[in-house]
């Protein structure tokens, strides 16, 4: 292999390379103007010859500096007997790529919105990025271009054509939303053997503050279906739909996009289940969900005379679904402290989370109920505190300034004697029960004995009754025990 240099028309000098390949055929390759590049070019190809020649596989250097080499370079080598065709697949224009990344997309079974959603970021990222070939993606570069990233809606203009109009600047939530969409694709590009490495590898999202969503009290929910059962239209839907669409959203916890994919015939009215398909589920596995009869009641209202194919709940387009909720809740007289929490459509799921926490369902039943893989998710995040749970805990505290009656004993007589003991015949086993009746027996029977053998008439005790008068004359006796066993008095304690 050697290079020299060929005077051109135009009196500029080019390099050339002059080698042979893997079958001792000879060729000359047109290099660069400047000599220090096409020598680096030349041991590249030196390199690349040899690797064909031992039969190994391309070295990480090789397969990068094909990535990024000139398009005719690599029809060259593929013409020559250099390159495998599959190897050079890095070579083609982005958007190529992308139209067959959206196909694998497809044929994975994700939805038709979300494949539309990824391949409406990627490729208006790389686009604004000035990204034309898969080499040309630089990790700061795409940084730099998400950071700049607005948020934009669909509006219509003042000759009612739709168009975009920039409302402010992108959440990080979004950009992350951005850079994930991005990495998927470079990785799929690797995986896919088109490229050797993937430039984002290393990029990671900035963590992002998630929206503080409150959750409805059961009474401002009430004032909610009660206004839009009989209000009139609005977003296009009747009351009785919003009304609807409302009470199936904060019973069943549905999301949005669940709700929007359903089908009359996912509803089982004669079991009372709703089934949804894995590929509109949030974890990508099929749900059950059950149907309150009520609820079952109202849904075969709605249904009546539809054919089984057609959506089962009217839905506005998704930006209208949240100010839809928020003007009928604004008309039923509802008005929710902004320091609760963000109000939208979403918030009817953090209801259902915390109707069922206030209701007492176990946290298990709740989590599989809310279809989350970490019961910490349902518990910190779904599950709110409604009015009044506060209080109702404080108050069931045990009342320290009263004792209950059942610890209660009440002293009588100037010795201290009791007059009612209680035994708790629950805090007492039954053997440790019975022998103490046994042994209180027992002690009785010796006082009585002894109290007959102390009342007889002699000399003896009748002086020692005399001699115990005082003043006061005689303490009168007292009723109940004649014997007072200091193992009796403890027992009853």
């Known amino acids: 292999m050697r290079i020299y240099k060929k005077q051109l028309k135009d009196k500029k000098t080019k390099w050339y390379i002059d080698f042979r390949d893997i079958s001792g055929k000879r060729h000359r390759l047109a290099g660069f103007t400047d000599k220090k ?86 490729s208006n990222i790389f686009k604004d990025s000035g990204f034309n070939y898969f080499a040309d993606i630089k990790a700061s570069n795409l940084q730099r271009q998400i950071s700049q990233n607005k948020r934009t809606v669909r509006t219509k203009n003042g000759k ?18 951005y850079l994930k969409a991005c990495k998927q694709f470079c990785k799929w590009m690797v995986q896919d053997g088109r490229a050797s490495q993937n430039p984002l590898r290393h990029l990671k999202p900035v963590a992002a503050m998630s929206k503080k969503r409150t959750a409805l009290e059961p009474q401002e929910l009430r004032e909610l279906l009660k206004h839009a059962q009989a209000a009139g239209k609005l977003f296009g839907l009747e009351g009785y739909q919003r009304y609807t669409l409302y009470r199936f959203a904060a019973e069943t916890g549905l999301r949005a996009s669940e709700i929007k994919s359903l089908k009359i015939s996912d509803i089982d009215l004669l079991n009372g289940i709703v089934r949804l398909d894995a590929k509109y589920t949030k974890n990508r596995q099929e749900a059950v969900i059950p149907l309150r009869a009520e609820m079952i009641e109202k849904l075969k209202m709605c249904f009546e005379s539809k054919l089984p194919h057609t959506q089962a709940l009217k839905m506005p387009y998704n930006t209208n679904l949240a100010r839809m909720l928020r003007q009928d809740l604004k008309s ?29 369902v176990h946290p298990k039943t709740a989590q ?31 009342d320290l300034d ?16 009791f007059q009612k003991c209680h035994i708790s015949a629950k805090s007492v086993p039954q053997n440790q029960k019975e022998s103490e009746k046994t042994r209180i027996k ?31 004359g005689i303490e009168p006796p007292t009723h109940g025990f004649s014997v007072r066993n200091s193992a009796f008095v403890s027992t009853c304690q």
């Open 402 to 417: 009263s004792i209950p009656d059942s610890q209660n004993q009440k002293m009588t007589g100037t010795d201290g004697s």
């Open 37 to 122: 590049t096409t020598m680096d070019l030349a041991r590249n190809l030196e390199s690349l010859i040899s690797c064909r020649i031992g039969g190994g596989g391309l070295t990480p250097d090789l397969q990068r500096w094909i990535d990024i080499l000139p398009n005719s370079f690599v029809k060259s080598f593929i013409r020559w007997g250099l390159l495998d065709s599959h190897r050079t697949e890095g070579n083609k224009p982005l958007y190529v790529h992308l139209e067959e990344w959206k196909q694998s997309l497809i044929a994975s079974s994700k939805t038709v919105n979300y494949i539309n959603l990824q391949y409406g970021r990627v």
């Open 332 to 360: 039923a007289g509802v008005d929710i402290d902004s320091n609760r929490g963000l109000v939208d459509f979403h918030c009817l799921r953090h209801t259902f989370g915390s109707m069922l926490a206030a209701s007492g």
């Open 160 to 177: 009612g054509r739709i168009c975009s109009k920039v409302v402010g600047e992108a959440s990080q939530a979004t950009k992350n939303y």
């Open 368 to 398: 599989q109920l809310m279809r989350h893989s970490d019961i910490n998710l349902t518990m910190s995040r779904y599950t709110h505190i409604l009015r009044g749970q506060e209080s109702h805990a404080i108050n069931s505290l045990p």
């Open 442 to 472: 027992d002690t009785i029977n010796r006082g009585n004995q002894i109290a007959v053998i102390s009342s007889k008439p002699t000399i003896s005790n009748e002086k020692q009754r005399l001699s115990g008068m005082g003043r006061g």
